[in-house]
């Protein structure tokens, strides 16, 4: 329970504190709230329904994380609840009983709920038609007049997400790919350090699996952000854009997403290849020290690489490529050469040398990747 307080707190306080998911989420559930309160008016001070229900429910649950959602569930629910309410009626009809009506439309409906074409909107199918034959409301009028707060709602609900600080997902799309580099860096990092300390074995490396494992998790979650910000986009231009409350910068182009995830399956690539050399049942075997104290200062200049790039991403400055710095370069050349020197000079011993012909490879593809394509010699 205090674990869940303080999590709320920090909620709290970063919604105060600035712009981000937090404050994304308050402004949202506000709007939802407003939306619902603004449909209850009309229906019940404006046009004087002493059950104005429908209206505020409605508006309520179309508030959605982006304007087109909003549309789209809107058509949805409207459908089901029109369903809904007509089959209740007949079902009315044909028993004249309340309970006879509920047994007779609840099962047909709850099975069409899961037709495809309703989404998650279906179920409001067989609700609406609880609510018909428990209201009594089943007559001709009666359903047409529900169906009208239904679309009132509706209305109601997309207008005030569409014309009140629509939403524009961008700063999520930022800050995931920023995680991605940073998170890159940081598992390149680690084997690097575990590679110099020198001992490591297949605990050790089923650790990196474990790291790398979370990085796909990240590419995927980039990916899902990026489709939310593209779908956020649509039907908010012009004005509507002009009232958007996310950061107004361009978004990083998505050949960025590409780049990282290359950059993510080299790291994976890497690890498991090293899993596979402290595997002792195996037949590859793993490299010397000193060729691996080598790999790791490599390993190290291309996690400070991807530090740099989310730093980056996440600040919105200029791209800096750090591994054109004269001196890195020249590093970089230096300990590529040597470990192509010791590949060269482990001559027969296949099972040494394929595994650092492998490293090797993953390493100069890391480098072409966050090197924007630069060739390596």
């Known amino acids: 329970m205090r674990w869940d307080v303080r999590s709320v707190g920090r909620a709290a306080w970063a919604a105060?504190?600035?712009?981000?998911?937090?404050?994304?989420?308050?402004?949202?559930?506000?709007k939802?709230?407003?939306?619902?309160?603004?449909?209850?008016?009309?229906?019940?001070?404006?046009?004087?329904?002493?059950?104005?229900?429908?209206?505020?429910?409605?508006?309520?649950?179309?508030?959605?994380?982006?304007?087109?959602?909003?549309?789209?569930?809107?058509?949805?629910?409207?459908?089901?609840?029109?369903?809904?309410?007509?089959?209740?009626?007949?079902?009315?009809?044909?028993?004249g009983d309340t309970t006879g009506a509920l047994a007779l439309s609840v099962p047909v409906l709850v099975l069409l709920s899961n037709?495809?074409?309703?989404?998650?909107?279906?179920?409001?199918?067989?609700?609406?038609?609880?609510?018909?034959?428990?209201?009594?409301?089943?007559?001709?009028?009666?359903?047409?007049?529900?169906?009208?707060?239904?679309?009132?709602g509706a209305v109601v609900g997309v207008a005030v997400n569409a014309l009140v600080l629509p939403p524009v997902h961008l700063r999520d799309v930022r800050e995931n790919l920023a995680a991605l580099a940073r998170e890159a860096g940081e598992v390149l990092h680690t084997v690097a350090g575990d590679l110099r300390e020198g001992e490591w074995d297949a605990g050790t490396a089923s650790g990196w699996l474990d790291s790398s494992a979370r990085l796909q998790s990240r590419v995927e979650a980039l990916r899902s952000a990026r489709g939310w910000s593209r779908e956020s986009l649509w039907l908010t231009s012009g004005v509507l854009r002009a009232l958007h409350r996310a950061p107004t910068e361009a978004l990083p182009p998505e050949e960025q997403d590409e780049r990282f995830g290359r950059v993510t399956g080299h790291v994976t690539?890497?690890?498991?290849?090293?899993?596979v050399a402290a595997d002792e049942d195996r037949t590859p075997a793993a490299p010397d020290a000193a060729m691996l104290s080598r790999y790791a200062e490599l390993l190290e200049l291309f996690g400070d690489a991807c530090?740099?790039?989310?730093?980056?991403?996440?600040?919105?400055?200029?791209?800096?490529?750090?591994?054109?710095?004269?001196?890195?370069?020249?590093?970089?050349r230096e300990l590529h050469g040597k470990l192509q020197e010791g590949m060269r000079?482990?001559?027969?011993?296949?099972?040494?040398?394929?595994?650092?012909?492998?490293?090797?490879?993953?390493?100069?593809?890391?480098?072409?990747?966050?090197?924007?394509?630069a060739r390596v010699r």
């Not at 690539?269 to 899993?275: P, V």
């Not at 004269?326 to 590093?331: D, F, N, Y």
């Open 16 to 30: 105060l504190r600035g712009p981000g998911r937090e404050r994304d989420l308050l402004v949202q559930s506000l």
């Open 32 to 95: 939802a709230a407003a939306a619902a309160l603004l449909a209850w008016l009309l229906a019940q001070v404006w046009l004087g329904d002493p059950m104005a229900l429908m209206a505020p429910w409605v508006a309520l649950v179309l508030v959605q994380a982006t304007v087109y959602s909003s549309l789209m569930q809107a058509a949805r629910q409207f459908t089901a609840i029109c369903v809904g309410a007509l089959v209740a009626s007949g079902a009315q009809a044909v028993t």
């Open 115 to 152: 037709w495809r074409r309703f989404g998650d909107q279906g179920i409001y199918a067989a609700t609406t038609a609880v609510f018909t034959i428990a209201t009594g409301t089943v007559s001709g009028a009666a359903v047409g007049h529900r169906l009208g707060q239904a679309a009132l």
């Open 269 to 275: 690539s890497l690890t498991r290849t090293l899993a």
């Open 307 to 332: 530090r740099a790039e989310g730093d980056r991403l996440l600040n919105g400055g200029p791209r800096t490529d750090v591994l054109r710095d004269e001196r890195t370069e020249a590093v970089l």
């Open 345 to 373: 000079d482990a001559g027969r011993d296949a099972a040494h040398t394929a595994v650092l012909g492998t490293l090797i490879l993953q390493a100069e593809n890391l480098w072409a990747d966050l090197d924007g394509g």
